[in-house]
């Protein structure tokens, strides 16, 4: 099995694993671009133009030194299953990372108690 073939392997599990909320991505400088670490090594997945599309998704894993050691790229677009995986993926770190639903209900709350006059610090 190549390092590539692995790879993918790897985010097939991470997408199970990110559905089962038993990890929970982090964000980066870039809005587009969510990471994972680990011990050895950190996965990032983002959106970003690449040069297999303009629009496209790439996935990198780094090692323990921060030296990106394999990388798969797809447009958003992509009908292969692994284009399928990784905006699958992306779309949940996306949603780990950065929570929308907990600020949403957060912001409905406070808009809730301001609407009943309650002072919001």
């Known amino acids: 099995m190549t390092a590539r073939e692995k790879f993918i392997n790897l985010l097939r599990k991470l997408l199970q694993a990110t559905k089962m909320k038993r990890i929970v991505w982090g964000d980066t400088a870039d809005e587009n671009t969510f990471r994972l670490s680990f011990n050895d090594g950190m996965i990032q997945i983002g959106e970003a133009p690449n040069p297999v599309s303009p629009k496209g998704l790439t996935a990198t894993l780094f090692n323990q030194n921060n030296i990106p050691v394999e990388k798969i790229q797809f447009g958003d677009d992509s009908p292969s299953k ?3 995986l ?6 949940l ?3 780990s990372a950065l929570r929308p639903d907990d600020v949403l209900e957060s912001v409905e709350a406070e808009l809730d108690q301001r609407m009943r006059g309650v002072a919001v610090r």
């Not at 990784?86 to 779309?91: G, M, Q, T, W």
Request: net charge neutral; hydrophobic share 35%.
């Open 93 to 95: 770190a996306r949603e």
């Open 82 to 84: 692994e284009g399928k």
């Open 86 to 91: 990784l905006r699958e993926l992306c779309a």
